[in-house]
């Protein structure tokens, strides 16, 4: 059973600055790219910003510029953190990983955590 936690989330004033950080836990052969997608009331999820376990990394235009992705391969975590946020940043962050397990490559879920950029 893999599992993703995010940690992080809450109320931020604009300007401000958030760390969001997400462990799995479980067992696997390789977990491949990790990604933080998010979902504003009444739009669809889209994503944030992804990293392969190579370290490259892909962003939204949306928070290129103020959001950076990292990983750690050993503690098996990934992190995003975001600078400069506007109220539009507003949304549930979830963490998304594709795992390679014994039996089958598949996509994971964090539960979500969430993100108020408001004065």
Same mark, same amino acid.
């Given at each position: 059973?893999?599992?993703?936690?995010?940690?992080g989330?809450?109320?931020?004033?604009?300007?401000? =600055?958030?760390?969001?950080?997400?462990? !799995?836990s479980?067992? @696997? #052969?390789?977990?491949?790219?990790?990604?933080?997608?998010r979902? !504003?009331p009444g /739009?669809?999820?889209e994503l944030v910003? =992804?990293?392969?376990?190579?370290?490259s990394?892909n962003y939204a235009d949306?928070?290129?510029? #103020?959001s950076?992705?990292? #990983?750690d391969?050993?503690k098996?975590?990934?992190n995003?953190?975001?600078? =400069?946020? /506007?109220?539009?940043d507003? !949304?549930v962050?979830?963490?998304?990983?594709?795992?390679?397990?014994?039996? =089958?490559?598949n996509?994971? @879920?964090g539960q979500?955590?969430?993100?108020?950029?408001s004065s």
């Amino acid at each position: 059973q893999v599992q993703l936690v995010e940690f992080g989330g809450g109320l931020v004033q604009p300007g401000g =600055s958030l760390r969001l950080s997400c462990a !799995a836990s479980g067992s @696997w #052969r390789t977990i491949n790219t990790m990604a933080w997608y998010r979902q !504003a009331p009444g /739009k669809e999820r889209e994503l944030v910003a =992804s990293i392969t376990n190579g370290g490259s990394t892909n962003y939204a235009d949306s928070v290129k510029g #103020r959001s950076t992705i990292s #990983r750690d391969n050993a503690k098996n975590t990934v992190n995003l953190q975001m600078n =400069s946020l /506007k109220p539009e940043d507003t !949304a549930v962050y979830y963490c998304n990983a594709v795992i390679n397990t014994v039996f =089958s490559l598949n996509t994971y @879920w964090g539960q979500g955590t969430q993100v108020i950029v408001s004065s």
